[in-house]
């Protein structure tokens, strides 16, 4: 069964510094987002993406994120300037219509230092 | 997206059925009711939706009850790998901004020997 596949597994970084988590959708679905979990927390949305632009995000996603497909198959999650806050689970998903289910990846686990 | 209320935990013996209980009392006409589960720290996984009849998959059936103000997710013979933080969400999928999800705290099964 195909799935969404997000690399790397863990990521440590130090404040201040710029990362990028990349993330595989499933490849004929249309719709991808990221979603971000701190630790003990609930799985909170951060934006959504569709035709090659943001459709949705949320108060979370401010300037310091941005999102890109680079090509047909990539899908990107870049935090300028890393905050200890944003230390989390970033889960990638993606779906193949606007009503059909989201299928998740693993996660990368970010830790700023 | 209509609130949701799901106890925060519940316990099942292995082998039975799990019911899994959501009251979603001011749901609208056109929302559909999603459940999905998180089992430890991975991705959470899209078991099976609804909007009026009774659903039935590989997974799970899904009971919504006449008033659509509350349902019932039922894992029919419960394993101990169904272990996890079930999610009950509210939703209606809104044209380009795709299936955002917005999940709540959940209830967290432990499926016991």
């Known amino acids: 069964e195909p799935e969404v596949t997000q690399t790397p597994s863990h990521q440590v970084t130090q404040m201040g510094q710029e990362v990028i988590l990349r993330c595989v959708p499933i490849?004929?679905?249309?719709?991808f987002y990221w979603y971000r979990q701190i630790l003990g927390q609930k799985v909170e949305f951060l934006v959504s993406?569709?035709?090659?632009?943001?459709?949705?995000k949320s108060e979370i996603f401010d300037d310091q994120f941005s999102v890109e497909r680079p090509d047909g198959s990539n899908f990107t999650l870049k935090i300028r300037s890393t905050k200890l806050e944003d230390s989390a689970m970033y889960f990638c998903?993606?779906?193949?219509?606007?009503?059909?289910?989201?299928?998740f990846g693993n996660g990368t686990r970010l830790t700023v230092t | 997206d209509a609130k949701t209320t799901q106890p925060p935990s519940m316990d099942c013996a292995e082998g039975r059925a799990a019911n899994l209980p959501c009251n979603h009392s001011?749901?609208?006409?056109?929302?559909?009711v999603y459940w999905y589960r998180q089992i430890h720290s991975q991705g959470p996984q899209y078991i099976i939706h609804?909007?009026?009849n009774n659903e039935t998959n590989e997974m799970a059936s899904l009971i919504i009850t006449e008033d659509r103000k509350s349902s019932t997710l039922i894992l029919p013979h419960a394993t101990l790998r169904d272990t996890a933080v079930y999610y009950c969400?509210?939703?209606?999928?809104?044209?380009?901004?795709?299936?955002?999800?917005?999940f709540g705290g959940g209830t967290r099964l432990m499926v016991k020997p």
């Open positions: 001011t749901i609208s006409g056109n929302e559909y």
């Open positions: 969400i509210v939703r209606v999928p809104l044209g380009n901004a795709g299936n955002m999800l917005t």
């Open positions: 490849s004929n679905h249309l719709y």
């Open positions: 998903a993606s779906s193949r219509e606007h009503n059909s289910p989201l299928h």
């Open positions: 609804g909007l009026k």
């Open positions: 993406f569709y035709n090659n632009e943001i459709s949705e």
